[in-house]
């Protein structure tokens, strides 16, 4: 089982950033995935999910009308389109799929998004 993402950097205030997860090894469209991130000192916490087909995204107050969470089942991809990027932002983000049967949990190992001038 894998989860890796990409895609994170180092980003102005206001820019925009695209992340992708790509899984194997397990039956992806059977999983509820979310993007979580965690800055130093803080706690992990959940950015935005989404299920499989016909899903309905769900946001943190703090990125809804920012941040766009896709998937596409035919290629076991998730993505987060990170507009308007604040300082606040900043942090480690990590993609989680959860099984909807047994509520098994896996993480990717994170990419780093730094917003800053």
């Known amino acids: 089982v894998q989860l890796v993402e990409s895609g994170g950097g180092l980003v102005q205030p206001g820019g925009s950033l695209r992340l992708s997860c790509a899984a194997s090894?397990?039956?992806?469209?059977?999983?509820?995935t979310s993007w979580y991130r965690q800055a130093p000192g803080d706690e992990r916490e959940l950015v935005a999910g989404i299920n499989g087909v016909g899903g309905i995204p769900y946001y943190d107050h703090s990125v809804k009308g920012r941040f766009i969470i896709s998937r596409d089942d035919t290629k076991n991809t998730v993505h987060l389109q990170m507009n308007d990027l604040e300082y606040d932002d900043t942090a480690k983000y990590y993609c989680?799929?959860?099984?909807?049967?047994?509520?098994?949990?896996?993480w990717g190992r994170g990419t780093q998004v730094t917003v800053s001038s």
């Open positions: 090894g397990f039956t992806f469209s059977n999983y509820y």
């Open positions: 989680n799929a959860r099984s909807s049967e047994d509520f098994t949990d896996y």
